[in-house]
């Protein structure tokens, strides 16, 4: 079993940059696509990106394609998110989340995702 503990957070002017770490505990971390979630009060959950088992592939939302980037490192147990270029409407409390199927792609579906993050407040200022 995976546990995930994101951090990283934090309060950013609009431009900035911030970068998310997810370490995970657990044996299996290396064996399982990773991804990013966001919910901003009011508002549902929704996908912002993800990676591959392998981390051979990403996928990101539209709104955050072209300044997010996620990355992982397997023997660090850790998945990152970059994130450049700040917007206000960025603001929400992100989640890291492993998915449930071991060696499988990318997901934006967040009931494929099986083990979650307590998540992380990120507030961009105007």
């Known amino acids: 079993q995976v546990q995930l503990v994101e951090s990283g957070g934090g309060l950013v002017q609009a431009g900035g940059s911030l970068i998310l770490s997810c370490p995970a505990t657990?044996?299996?971390?290396?064996?399982?696509?990773m991804g990013w979630f966001r919910q901003a009060p009011g508002t549902e959950r929704e996908f912002v990106g993800a990676?591959?088992?392998?981390?051979?592939?990403?996928g990101y939302a539209d709104s955050v394609k072209g300044r997010f980037t996620i990355s992982r490192d397997n023997p660090k147990n850790t998945v990152y998110l970059q994130m450049d270029s700040l917007k206000p409407e960025d603001t929400a409390v992100y989640f890291c989340?492993?998915?449930?199927?071991?060696?499988?792609?990318?997901?934006?579906?967040?009931?494929?995702?099986?083990?979650w993050g307590q998540g992380t407040q990120v507030t961009v200022s105007s």
């Open positions: 657990g044996r299996t971390f290396r064996s399982y696509a």
């Open positions: 989340a492993a998915r449930g199927t071991s060696y499988s792609g990318t997901s934006s579906r967040d009931t494929e995702y099986n083990v």
């Open positions: 990676i591959s088992w392998s981390g051979g592939s990403t």
